[in-house]
């Protein structure tokens, strides 16, 4: 009688624990941080916000006095493709098209999960990386 009590604590446990991890949220919500550039030298650091709300990714690229809202925000679950579109700011009062397209990684990871791929600038091309925070 005794262990069908533990296996029967065990269980709901178990199931308590899935619960949770259920109610943590969409997968590119959070902080994203790395680097982006058309180099290795050319590298800057970025930091992407991301939320869930009313059926939309939103967020910033680089929050603070010259955050970036990110007006475009697409994720084809099937690959797990994430593309996101700003107008970023190029220096003298000028913006430029900013796109990146990439995938999101280690998905079941929460300490790895990165999201990796090309971007657009203007006319300039390179890759990025950032990491869940």
Not at 14 to 19: D, E, M, P, R, V
Not at 82 to 108: C, D, F, H, Q, S
Request: aromatic letters at 8%; zero cysteines.
């Amino acid at each position: 009688m005794r262990s069908r009590a533990v296996a029967i604590a065990s269980l709901l446990m178990t199931l308590a624990a899935g619960a949770a991890v259920a109610q943590a949220g969409h997968p590119v919500k959070g902080s994203w941080s790395g680097y982006w550039g058309p180099s290795e030298a050319q590298k800057k650091r970025i930091l992407l916000v991301l939320d869930w709300k009313d059926n939309e990714i939103v967020g910033t690229i680089n929050p603070g006095p010259n955050a970036v809202k990110i007006d475009k925000a697409t994720l084809d679950v099937d690959t797990w493709t994430l593309r996101l579109e700003a107008n970023m700011p190029t220096g003298a009062g000028k913006t430029a098209r900013y796109v990146t397209t990439g995938k999101i990684e280690n998905l079941g990871s929460w300490n790895n999960r990165r999201y990796s791929g090309t971007y657009d600038l203007g006319n300039e091309h390179g890759t990025f990386a950032v990491a869940l925070n």
